[in-house]
């Protein structure tokens, strides 16, 4: 059985999704990350439609790439024009990429009407835009755009679209179901006729994930033949994105018992995931199969126990093998067994016996109740656990706070002021501090008075704020949730919760929260 090649097209096919902007640099970081991963093919852009992309295949000859080929991604030589004089094709030459994938029209309502020439002609820039590629010394990738519509509308001619890419000398054929709405079964149908039809020229699949299939018919076109999966990291992409590679990688390795070049980096695959992320500026999908933050993580009490006793019960895979870990949370539908566990993950020693728990439990659900929300709060939930068992001493009481608000129309202006009092050690520290909004006058003069006891309090930054309205019925007079993530200079986060019918109140209790955390964690 043949190895699968892993060909990721993050960095030209991604940064078609809405939101997504990748820098020169970060395309750089990224493609050293994936040649580290194992990526077989990495698909830098489209030379000449961008600025971007040229300075990217530029720079890239510099990068020191152990496993991955650079591929450049253009076009088909344009109708009625010599394959010489085709500037685009020019371009994809002079990127200096060893690989070359170009794309040509599959589907004759495609050659026919949007690019309006023949039949013929189609045939002829697609064989002699590859043969032109290889002549100059390049391994040609050719991508049949729109293939599986094309194959339904008319397979004898999709066929020698194929047979075209093949007589000029392409390496690879790569079905592309480019408007992301073929069906598992047809697909693997199709794919097993043009494997069968192809011989010895390899074929390989490209998919979207129009229908929330992407992955499935990835899947499928390898079961049937297919020896390339093309697809993004976290699935980005047009529209609804891509084929997920973080999924379709640990399902060909651990489910379909495929082999992969970068199957001993597979505990490296979460990390790779979050690298994207980082380097994208997006919020991290807690949701994604394999590599998310939720994938392993138990809520309900029967659940929790269940894993407790016997992993595999509900985890279909060990986390670790994909770089990720069980998690347990915590709500109103927690159990003894889930508080047991979420304690021991916190590092909290806890005595199962202790009958103090079922208090924790019966107070923790009237908490939820009243509008607070600890799944994402770890912070919070550890010290409310902490203060319960009496294993927690405060480093600081609150005496009092207040913050006034005052808008300048004339000016058009807002500032916002927050008096904090804290009694530490004994000592009342009463500070002021001004900023824009009352959370950050708040946080600002909380940290002032911290800080002369505590000054680690300055490196702890707040990365994130939401808020939330529990009961919208309610209107301006219902109860707020607000959740902080909080950063420090080791980067390590965490998260914490306040809830209240006054905004203010809540987001001060999650404040307070945070840096009450932070200074536990360190001593």
């Known amino acids: 059985?043949?190895?699968?090649?892993?060909?990721?097209?993050?960095?030209?096919?991604?940064?078609?999704?809405?939101?997504?902007?990748?820098?020169?640099?970060?395309?750089?970081?990224?493609?050293?990350?994936?040649?580290?991963?194992?990526?077989?093919?990495?698909?830098?852009?489209?030379?000449?439609?961008?600025?971007?992309?040229?300075?990217?295949?530029?720079?890239?000859?510099?990068?020191?790439?152990?496993?991955?080929?650079?591929?450049?991604?253009?076009?088909?030589?344009?109708?009625?024009?010599?394959?010489?004089?085709?500037?685009?094709?020019?371009?994809?030459?002079?990127?200096?990429?060893?690989?070359?994938?170009?794309?040509?029209?599959?589907?004759?309502?495609?050659?026919?009407?949007?690019?309006?020439?023949?039949?013929?002609?189609?045939?002829?820039?697609?064989?002699?835009?590859?043969?032109?590629?290889?002549?100059?010394?390049?391994?040609?990738?050719?991508?049949?755009?729109?293939?599986?519509?094309?194959?339904?509308?008319?397979?004898?001619?999709?066929?020698?679209?194929?047979?075209?890419?093949?007589?000029?000398?392409a390496e690879f054929v790569c079905l592309c179901d480019t408007n992301g709405g073929t069906m598992t079964d047809e697909f693997g149908e199709i794919v097993a006729k043009v494997v069968a039809h192809m011989g010895d020229t390899p074929v390989g699949v490209h998919c979207h994930n129009d229908c929330g299939l992407g992955i499935a018919v990835s899947l499928e076109g390898v079961r049937n033949g297919a020896t390339m999966v093309q697809g993004t990291i976290n699935g980005i992409g047009e529209r609804n994105g891509n084929a997920n590679l973080c999924a379709i990688i640990p399902n060909l390795i651990l489910k379909m018992k495929r082999q992969l070049n970068c199957e001993s980096q597979l505990s490296k695959l979460r990390d790779l995931s979050l690298f994207f992320d980082e380097m994208a500026n997006l919020r991290s999908n807690t949701r994604l199969p394999y590599v998310g933050a939720s994938s392993f993580a138990h809520k309900g009490g029967v659940h929790a126990d269940a894993a407790n006793k016997v992993k595999r019960s509900y985890e279909h895979i060990d986390p670790a093998l994909v770089g990720n870990r069980t998690r347990v949370l915590v709500s109103d539908m927690s159990g003894r067994a889930s508080v047991m566990m979420k304690a021991r993950d916190m590092g909290v020693d806890i005595d199962s016996k202790d009958p103090l728990i079922g208090e924790f439990l019966d107070e923790l659900k009237n908490l939820e109740f009243r509008g607070y929300e600890y799944e994402a709060a770890d912070a919070s939930f550890s010290l409310l656990l902490s203060k319960f068992l009496k294993k927690h001493s405060d480093h600081f009481k609150v005496r009092g706070y207040r913050v006034i608000v005052e808008r300048d129309e004339m000016g058009r202006t807002t500032k916002s002021e927050a008096t904090v009092k804290l009694e530490i050690d004994g000592t009342i520290e009463h500070t002021v501090a001004e900023a824009h909004g009352p959370v950050a006058a708040l946080d600002l003069a909380l940290r002032k008075a911290l800080s002369k006891k505590y000054p680690q309090i300055k490196d702890v930054d707040l990365s994130d704020f939401k808020v939330r309205i529990i009961d919208s019925a309610e209107g301006a007079n219902a109860v707020t949730r607000v959740q902080i993530e909080s950063k420090d200079n080791r980067n390590k986060v965490w998260g914490t919760v306040g809830a209240s019918d006054n905004i203010i109140v809540a987001s001060w209790e999650a404040l307070k929260d945070a840096v009450e955390y932070k200074l536990s964690e360190d001593e």
């Open 1 to 169: 059985m043949k190895k699968v090649l892993i060909y990721d097209t993050t960095l030209r096919d991604g940064t078609q999704c809405e939101g997504v902007s990748l820098s020169v640099a970060a395309k750089l970081r990224l493609a050293e990350k994936m040649d580290s991963f194992g990526f077989d093919f990495i698909e830098g852009g489209w030379p000449g439609s961008n600025p971007r992309d040229m300075a990217f295949f530029e720079q890239v000859k510099q990068l020191n790439l152990k496993h991955a080929k650079i591929t450049a991604f253009g076009s088909t030589r344009r109708a009625n024009t010599k394959v010489e004089e085709d500037n685009q094709v020019a371009l994809l030459l002079a990127s200096e990429a060893p690989y070359i994938t170009i794309f040509g029209k599959t589907w004759l309502l495609h050659v026919e009407e949007v690019i309006k020439t023949t039949a013929e002609e189609n045939l002829n820039m697609i064989e002699e835009t590859v043969a032109h590629l290889v002549a100059n010394g390049r391994k040609v990738i050719y991508d049949a755009e729109h293939f599986f519509d094309g194959y339904k509308d008319n397979p004898e001619y999709a066929l020698k679209t194929l047979d075209a890419a093949k007589r000029g000398g």
